[in-house]
Structure formats: structure tokens, C-alpha cells
């Protein structure tokens, strides 16, 4: 690659990775919760546990996922990434991995975590989820940064078709000082989430979630589902800091889902995601 074009995808991804809320820009934690605004910090039974570990804890089986996508159709910014759950007597146990850039500019992450139920009463319990692991970020011509990484979070029902979840991410990055925000990644930045989600009826969610990290100020998400038919489900999402609105589906057959979503930026454009879940 020549020096010239080099330089100029290295400033087109430092441009999208220092814009506002920046960590929110890898579409990444599953094409479903893509399609609802981001929002599933109180979504259960989900293979990927990105906005809330302790989603692993209500799956009643093995569930293996994919995802891809590519943040405002660039290339330079796709993304691949994988996730398998394996409920166990003790807990659920999950692996996760994901790669995200180019070449010259490249971050990895690996995960392990696992989540299970605790029995508050004999009819109310409340799940709690961990995941550990690491990232590293490098860039061509530069050293390589590698950040720890420790994600917490709980979910509980609080009425019939409502849920609550909470969620801290990135929670060894609260005791470092200001200089590290220049090494490490802005997807590693330390944040919290809150968020509901309410199900009227089992063809219809509603979910609604307040993000906020230590670099940004307050992101509010809010997503809708609809299951018109038992095979097809139809998905569509809003969010803040920056704005974006989202679309989605998801098609059902047997032990497989397929789900695409498309996020619109405000101002940087589309990014399309495609995912595949197999039940085991």
C-alpha cells in the first residue's frame, strides 16, 4: 500500500474511532440487539451477553453465534466476531471472541464469562452474569496497547413482563489515570448501563436502556419487536449521542436464526450487520 493511501485510511478510522461516544460505533454484541437501538441491557437468553452478561444465565441450551459487519460501509471498519454459550448444572459458561479494523490498524478481543441464576424466593430469583478477558489494539508503526477487561452484570424480573437490568463494563479502567485514554481503545472505555424491557405479550418486546461511560455524556436507547408470524420477527430501534435510528430483521427455521440490521448515523451513514445463531 502506498504511503499516501496508507495515511488516509489511518485518518479515516482515527476520525470515526475519536468521534462522540465513539466505543458505540462497533456494531458488535449481535445483529437483534443492532436492530433495537442498542438496547438490551434487560434482554435474557441471549448467546452473545455483550449488553449484559447476566443474559447467559436464562439459556436453556447451547447456542453458537456469528456476527459481521461494517461501520459506514468502510471496509477499514469491519468487524467479525463469534460467541457459543453451553449451559452446565453450576452456570452457564460463554466464550466470545471479535475482531475489528485493517491491516494497519487492527483490535481483538477474547472473552470468557459465565452466568447463572440466584434463588431469591421460591418464585423470584435474580441472574447474574461475569465476563473476564483482554483486548488488544494495535496500529501499524505504533506499539501495541493490551487492556484487561472485567464486564459485571445483573437482570431480574420485577413484574409479570417486566424486566430490569444493570450492567458495568470495562470496570478495571476506573482506577486508571487520564493518560491511558491515549493508549487504550475508546471500545474499552469504563461505562454503565441501565435498561428495562417489557413484553406484553410473548409476539411483542419493548426495551429501553440509558448508557453512560466516563467520556460521554448519557446515551439513551429504546427498541421495539414484533413477532407477526412464529418464523419472522421485525425490529426497529432509536438512539442518542450520537442519534441513530435503526431496522432489522430476524427469520426463524428450526434450530437456526438469521437476523440483518442496518444502523443510520446521523451524520457517518449506514451500517449494515448479518447474524446467524444455531440451537443445539
Known sequence: ????????????????????????????GGARILALGRAGAALGGE??????????ASL?????ALQASQAFGLSELR???????????????AVHARTYGFSERRETRVLVGAGRPLPLSVTRRLDVGLAVGVETASTEGYDHHTALLVHAGVQGDVLPGLR?????????G??????ADLRRSASTVPGVTVGVAYAPSDRATLVLDADQDLDFGLS??????????????????VSTMPVRFTTGLGVRASSLRADLAVESHETLGLTPAVGLEIRL
Open 220 to 237: 439513551v436507547r429504546a427498541g421495539a419487536e414484533v413477532v407477526p408470524v412464529e418464523a419472522l420477527a421485525l425490529r426497529a430501534g
Open 164 to 172: 430490569a437490568g444493570l450492567a458495568a463494563r470495562n470496570l478495571l
Open 1 to 28: 500500500m502506498r504511503p499516501l493511501s496508507r495515511l488516509a485510511l489511518l485518518l479515516a478510522a482515527a476520525t470515526v474511532w475519536a468521534a462522540p461516544a465513539a466505543h458505540a460505533q462497533l456494531a458488535e
Open 174 to 179: 476506573l482506577g486508571l489515570d487520564d493518560t
Open 60 to 64: 436453556d441450551q447451547t447456542r453458537a
Open 79 to 93: 468487524l467479525g466476531a463469534l460467541s457459543a454459550a453451553l449451559p452446565t448444572p453450576l452456570a452457564t459458561v
Open 47 to 56: 448467546a452473545w451477553g455483550h449488553a449484559n452478561p447476566a443474559a447467559w
